[in-house]
């Protein structure tokens, strides 16, 4: 790619192979673990215990546990209160559950509450002293932040993701899904004709429009439907808004 060594910041998901290659080609760029990726290995350590968890249970008790997966998966102020309720609920039967759902948690309010690096650096410290020996998926995890450290806690120098790229992504793979062998052309016109953010053509008043009537046994063929009197009465043409492309990539609009 034509000016990479004038990269400045590269964040990355914590696959080795990815650092190395950085640290290779622009060693003085400024790598940056992205936070929804530390996120997502503590969701994936919680998803894991709460398998174990109901697995261990009789086939009648699993009954207990409903729709679990999508309550403990949450963000916790996204919670509604009956969802509350039942956290909770399930929090006084099964006791790992809660501690495994309070370590997804505590990692993310590592990013939400904490100022500075610091800061972020003790709570993180209290996150690992919190891990029970008996949680191999925490503790497995605890080994990979350590070696990625210097790497995760620069987001709170520059903080920067790659949320933005990921949504285009995810938009992406759900149009290519939509459908089947598109190219490389129909994918890209999909993605950027097929939202609103695509302008429809407006047209004036200078249009003249005429019923179809007496169309029957032939005369629709020798019948003219429509009169354009002038071809700029189309006073906006096909396009996108990118402004409310970019809005809808980042979640603002649907």
């Known amino acids: 790619m034509d000016g990479y060594k004038d990269i400045e910041v590269v964040t990355m998901d914590m696959w080795s192979g990815y650092k190395y290659a950085v640290n290779e080609l622009i060693p003085e760029a400024f790598v940056v673990i992205d ?18 968890v109901k697995k261990s249970l009789p086939k009648n008790d699993q ?4 729709y679990d997966r999508w309550v403990l998966l949450k963000n916790k102020e996204d919670l509604q209160p009956a969802e509350i309720e039942k956290r909770d609920m399930w929090f006084r039967h099964f006791p790992e559950l809660e501690q495994a759902y309070w370590l997804k948690e ?8 904490s100022q500075d690096r610091y800061e972020a650096f003790q709570r993180f410290y209290e996150w690992e002293k919190s891990i029970p020996d008996s949680f191999a998926e925490f503790k497995e995890i605890q080994k990979t932040f350590n070696n990625c450290k210097q790497e995760i806690f620069n987001y709170f120098i520059k903080p920067y993701t790659n949320a933005y790229t990921e949504s285009v992504n995810n938009i992406i793979k759900s149009i290519e899904k939509a459908g089947k062998g598109y190219s490389f052309e129909v994918l890209r016109a999909k993605i950027l004709y097929g939202t609103n953010a695509t302008k429809k053509p407006k047209f004036d008043k200078k249009m003249n429009f005429h019923t179809f009537d007496h169309t029957l046994y032939g005369g629709f063929n020798n019948y003219q439907g429509i ?28």
């Open 35 to 52: 936070k929804f990726h530390v996120v997502q290995y503590t969701i994936r350590a919680l998803d894991a215990i709460r398998i174990q």
């Open 106 to 113: 505590t990692m993310r309010d590592v990013y939400n509450l």
């Open 63 to 66: 009954r207990l546990i409903t």
């Open 227 to 254: 009169e354009v009197e002038d071809r700029s009465s189309i006073i906006e043409g096909f396009g996108v808004d990118l402004l409310t492309l970019s809005n809808i990539l980042e979640g603002k609009n649907k």
